[in-house]
């Protein structure tokens, strides 16, 4: 009844956001007047207007005044760098974050372009903005792509990377926008706490921060501990020893009860993730080890034994960890990504070297630790988004002190989620998943699968090489993380099928009809790089090819071998690359090689100097040098041939499941010994005259060809004209042609059953 009185909190909460979202959409009318320069300088006046305040109060006042027209600012730069229009709601998302709060925003409502809004109107104060992603393929993309509307606007944007140096890292943290994982900015602060000397500092004070996917970091991750260690000297046979005896232990089938001892050596708590030995595995511990008491404090055994047995019952090669160039190295449980150079404290990474008999490291000790969530309450003001947060709300309002809003979707989702099956066997099961792989693929429709492990997505590659599929497969081994971007780019494309671990859970953007732009990249650095790139001893072209590798899968003879390989792989190398590309493109492209030799020597660069030239055209920002602009022009040609060649094959795809049918003259077949002419006019006209004009239009240029006598507009004008995508404009119509065959479907039904 009180709930009823009061309504719903949450739309309360956004109702009070309209007003400014209206703000915004009167002022996007002034500002699509605007030059580029001009709108530029819409920065400098709104830092102007900021420093002339010093308190962090006052700031944080003049920034709720500037807000309206910041974000407006931010989705006009976003239209003309990116082709994307922030939609009303994103608005709404931008501002819950701004408050400092969290977002709940379901999947492909555009997290990613939200977080522009926020991050550029706090980045104006100068002290800096951390965007917090859960890997380095995130961080990287979002700095690159998000990146360039910030550019754009004269802010400049840092990007935080495992691999880099201090003097790096002290550099990009300075920017006004940093992007980085949760994990390199904690051990980043704890670093920095260690530190002998100030300019051994890298991180500034804390202002601002957003947390992509925050319930997976503050939640699920909260107690985890980011440990710096030092080392400690121990004797390394012992681990060696102590993994022999306890290969020749036996484990209890169950766990003790009444305090009476089960039979076996020692028990498996999984829950707990701890071994114990019984009396009958302690005797016959110190009985292979030859020592009276495995607790003696002048040569104790315990510790190495009990670290022998977690290795060999609770650490799974391939799910834990993985063995890379004699080392293990482990494999984070909630992104399924490598950490190198981390370890398992207190003898446990030893103990795991020894039982897969690599060369054992020095044992370590912790010298500084701290949780995420002791880290990320350093934040005065944090801020998140993720698509499952209404459920955590109570532990982020208690344990952070941060509301939570959950965010409308701009259209009704469509998308089905299905029953789960249930499978007598493992193997039935994953035989299963292969067959309907292999169905989906059949049609011409992308698809991704989801494994738990490496293990998972090795098993699953297999079987679907026994069909002879191609396929990629992205998982913690080092040959695919390598090729994790190029993956991703394509497995929207048609008939793609990709194999992924929680690599590609969290945060993974996957474009239907594959990612042009980046694709486009990869084209051209397939290109320059032979002509451009200093040659290296071991080095290969970044070519990418899908996975087809021997199948062994659940077949009884495991060393037979098939000869499909080759094959598979040839036809795999030109799914790549599914355009051939116009001799006029391919004339242009070898001009402009010699060109770039000329200018900037024959192969004179670093493959990492070649990537930022390709990064740097790719981007819309402002550029005098000719080059970039001709590499610019050469990366707009191949991404337009690639856009189209994939479209036809969009357009090509039937989704027979649905029931719809793609093309009027498929209708027309359909319906012409059923319906009268006149009667599928009347339907079509009835259909038309109940959706928007936007839609209507598109559909007439794209699907019906009803012009008017007007010219027939392209995707790609189509969207100009809306402010949308190309792609957009190819979804809305598929979209509403679609529910218009689905209606035509159904009144044919009709009139048999008639």
């Given at each position: 009844?009180?709930?009823k009185?009061l309504?719903?909190?949450?739309?309360?909460?956004?109702?009070?956001?309209?007003?400014?979202?209206t703000?915004i959409?009167?002022?996007?009318?002034?500002?699509?007047?605007?030059?580029?320069?001009?709108?530029?300088?819409?920065?400098?006046?709104?830092?102007q207007?900021?420093?002339?305040?010093?308190?962090?109060?006052?700031?944080?006042?003049i920034l709720?005044?500037l807000?309206p027209?910041?974000?407006?600012?931010?989705?006009?730069?976003?239209?003309?760098?990116?082709?994307?229009?922030?939609?009303?709601?994103?608005?709404?998302?931008?501002?819950?974050l701004h408050?400092?709060?969290?977002?709940?925003?379901?999947?492909g409502e555009?997290?990613?372009l939200?977080a522009?809004?926020p991050?550029?109107?706090?980045?104006l104060?100068?002290k800096?903005?951390?965007?917090?992603?859960?890997?380095?393929?995130?961080?990287r993309r979002?700095a690159?792509?998000m990146?360039?509307?910030?550019?754009?606007?004269g802010?400049?944007v840092?990007?935080?990377?495992?691999?880099?140096?201090?003097?790096?890292?002290k550099?990009?943290y300075e920017?006004?926008?940093t992007y980085?994982t949760?994990?390199?900015?904690g051990f980043d602060?704890?670093?920095d706490?260690?530190?002998?000397?100030?300019?051994?500092?890298?991180?500034?004070?804390?202002?601002?921060c957003?947390?992509?996917?925050?319930?997976s970091?503050l939640?699920?991750?909260?107690?985890?501990?980011l440990?710096?260690?030092?080392?400690?000297e121990?004797?390394?046979?012992?681990?060696?020893?102590?993994?022999a005896?306890?290969?020749?232990?036996?484990?209890?089938?169950e766990?003790?009860?009444d305090?009476?001892?089960p039979?076996?050596?020692y028990?498996?708590d999984?829950k707990?993730r701890?071994?114990?030995?019984?009396?009958e595995?302690?005797?016959k511990?110190?009985?292979l080890?030859?020592v009276?008491?495995?607790?003696?404090?002048?040569?104790?055994w315990?510790?190495?034994v009990?670290?022998?047995?977690?290795?060999?019952?609770?650490?799974?090669?391939d799910?834990?960890y993985?063995?890379?160039?004699?080392?293990?190295?482990i494999?984070d449980e909630?992104?399924?990504?490598?950490?190198?150079g981390?370890?398992?404290?207190?003898?446990q990474h030893?103990?795991?070297e020894?039982?897969?008999?690599?060369?054992?490291?020095?044992?370590?000790?912790?010298?500084a630790?701290?949780?995420?969530?002791n880290?990320?309450?350093?934040?005065?003001?944090?801020?998140?988004?993720?698509?499952?947060a209404k459920?955590?709300?109570?532990e982020?309002?208690?344990?952070?002190?941060i509301?939570?809003a959950v965010?409308?979707t701009?259209?009704?989702?469509?998308?089905?989620?299905w029953?789960d099956q249930?499978?007598?066997?493992?193997?039935?099961k994953?035989?299963?998943?292969?067959?309907?792989?292999?169905d989906?693929?059949?049609?011409?429709?992308?698809v991704?699968?989801?494994?738990?492990?490496?293990?998972?997505?090795e098993?699953?590659?297999?079987l679907?090489?026994?069909?002879?599929?191609?396929?990629?497969l992205?998982?913690?081994?080092?040959?695919?993380?390598?090729?994790?971007?190029?993956?991703?780019?394509?497995?929207?494309?048609?008939?793609?099928?990709?194999?992924a671990?929680n690599m590609a859970g969290?945060g993974?953007?996957?474009i239907?009809?594959?990612n042009?732009?980046?694709m486009?990249?990869?084209?051209?650095r397939?290109?320059?790089?032979s002509?451009?790139?200093?040659?290296?001893?071991?080095?290969?072209?970044?070519i990418?090819l899908?996975?087809?590798?021997?199948s062994?899968?659940?077949?009884e003879?495991?060393?037979?071998?098939t000869?499909t390989?080759?094959?598979?792989?040839?036809?795999?190398?030109?799914?790549i690359f599914?355009?051939?590309l116009?001799?006029?493109?391919?004339?242009?492209?070898?001009?402009?090689?010699?060109?770039?030799v000329k200018e900037?020597?024959?192969r004179?660069?670093?493959v990492?100097?070649l990537d930022d030239?390709i990064?740097?055209?790719?981007e819309?920002?402002?550029?005098e040098?000719?080059n970039i602009?001709e590499?610019?022009?050469?990366?707009?040609l191949?991404?337009?041939?690639y856009?189209?060649?994939n479209?036809?094959k969009?357009?090509?795809?039937?989704?027979?499941e649905s029931?719809c049918?793609?093309?009027?003259e498929d209708?027309e077949?359909?319906v012409?010994?059923?319906?009268?002419?006149?009667?599928?006019?009347?339907i079509?006209?009835?259909?038309l005259n109940?959706?928007?004009?936007?839609?209507?239009?598109?559909l007439?240029?794209?699907?019906?060809?009803?012009?008017?006598n007007?010219k027939e507009?392209?995707?790609?004008?189509?969207?100009k004209k809306?402010?949308?995508?190309?792609?957009?404009?190819?979804q809305?119509?598929?979209t509403?042609f679609?529910?218009?065959?689905k209606?035509?479907?159904?009144?044919?039904k009709n009139?048999?059953?008639?």
């Amino acid at each position: 009844m009180l709930g009823k009185l009061l309504g719903d909190p949450n739309k309360r909460k956004l109702k009070s956001f309209f007003p400014l979202v209206t703000d915004i959409n009167v002022l996007e009318e002034d500002l699509v007047e605007l030059t580029d320069d001009e709108l530029r300088r819409k920065t400098t006046e709104f830092r102007q207007k900021i420093e002339q305040v010093t308190s962090f109060k006052s700031q944080l006042e003049i920034l709720d005044q500037l807000l309206p027209e910041a974000f407006a600012v931010v989705r006009e730069a976003s239209k003309r760098v990116l082709g994307m229009r922030h939609f009303d709601v994103q608005l709404i998302g931008g501002m819950v974050l701004h408050e400092g709060q969290i977002a709940e925003m379901k999947t492909g409502e555009g997290k990613t372009l939200v977080a522009t809004l926020p991050s550029y109107l706090n980045a104006l104060t100068g002290k800096g903005v951390h965007v917090v992603t859960v890997n380095d393929y995130l961080a990287r993309r979002d700095a690159e792509w998000m990146g360039q509307v910030h550019r754009f606007l004269g802010l400049s944007v840092g990007l935080v990377q495992q691999s880099m140096s201090p003097k790096e890292r002290k550099k990009n943290y300075e920017c006004d926008i940093t992007y980085a994982t949760n994990s390199e900015l904690g051990f980043d602060y704890l670093r920095d706490n260690m530190a002998a000397d100030k300019s051994e500092i890298v991180q500034r004070d804390f202002q601002f921060c957003v947390i992509d996917e925050v319930d997976s970091i503050l939640i699920d991750e909260a107690r985890t501990p980011l440990i710096i260690s030092g080392q400690v000297e121990r004797p390394q046979e012992k681990y060696q020893k102590a993994s022999a005896v306890v290969a020749k232990l036996v484990r209890a089938k169950e766990m003790s009860k009444d305090g009476v001892d089960p039979e076996g050596d020692y028990e498996v708590d999984e829950k707990q993730r701890s071994c114990i030995l019984t009396d009958e595995g302690f005797a016959k511990a110190e009985e292979l080890l030859k020592v009276e008491d495995l607790f003696d404090p002048k040569d104790p055994w315990a510790h190495y034994v009990t670290n022998a047995l977690k290795a060999k019952e609770l650490f799974t090669k391939d799910v834990n960890y993985i063995v890379r160039k004699e080392e293990a190295v482990i494999v984070d449980e909630f992104t399924g990504r490598v950490m190198p150079g981390r370890r398992w404290s207190d003898g446990q990474h030893q103990a795991i070297e020894a039982k897969e008999n690599l060369p054992i490291q020095p044992e370590t000790q912790t010298l500084a630790s701290i949780t995420y969530q002791n880290f990320f309450l350093l934040y005065p003001r944090l801020s998140g988004m993720t698509g499952t947060a209404k459920t955590e709300e109570v532990e982020f309002e208690k344990t952070y002190k941060i509301e939570t809003a959950v965010i409308p979707t701009n259209r009704k989702i469509s998308r089905e989620d299905w029953v789960d099956q249930v499978f007598k066997t493992e193997s039935g099961k994953w035989r299963a998943v292969a067959k309907e792989t292999a169905d989906i693929h059949q049609q011409g429709r992308p698809v991704l699968v989801g494994t738990t492990s490496v293990e998972k997505s090795e098993l699953l590659s297999n079987l679907l090489s026994e069909q002879s599929i191609p396929h990629n497969l992205l998982n913690a081994k080092p040959e695919n993380v390598e090729r994790e971007a190029e993956i991703v780019a394509q497995a929207g494309r048609s008939g793609a099928v990709t194999i992924a671990t929680n690599m590609a859970g969290r945060g993974t953007d996957i474009i239907l009809g594959g990612n042009s732009d980046y694709m486009a990249r990869l084209k051209i650095r397939e290109i320059l790089s032979s002509r451009l790139v200093k040659p290296e001893e071991g080095h290969k072209p970044p070519i990418p090819l899908q996975r087809n590798s021997p199948s062994v899968g659940f077949k009884e003879d495991q060393n037979k071998k098939t000869d499909t390989t080759k094959n598979i792989k040839s036809a795999s190398l030109q799914n790549i690359f599914p355009v051939l590309l116009t001799e006029e493109t391919e004339q242009r492209l070898v001009l402009l090689a010699s060109k770039l030799v000329k200018e900037w020597g024959d192969r004179a660069l670093s493959v990492i100097e070649l990537d930022d030239y390709i990064a740097t055209a790719a981007e819309k920002t402002p550029t005098e040098d000719q080059n970039i602009e001709e590499l610019r022009v050469a990366i707009q040609l191949i991404k337009n041939e690639y856009e189209e060649s994939n479209g036809n094959k969009w357009d090509k795809l039937e989704s027979e499941e649905s029931g719809c049918l793609k093309s009027q003259e498929d209708i027309e077949k359909q319906v012409d010994y059923i319906l009268l002419v006149e009667e599928f006019n009347k339907i079509k006209t009835n259909f038309l005259n109940n959706i928007s004009s936007r839609e209507k239009e598109i559909l007439n240029h794209t699907k019906f060809k009803e012009l008017n006598n007007f010219k027939e507009l392209t995707l790609g004008q189509l969207g100009k004209k809306f402010n949308i995508s190309s792609e957009r404009v190819r979804q809305i119509a598929e979209t509403q042609f679609n529910e218009f065959s689905k209606i035509i479907i159904k009144n044919k039904k009709n009139l048999e059953i008639q």
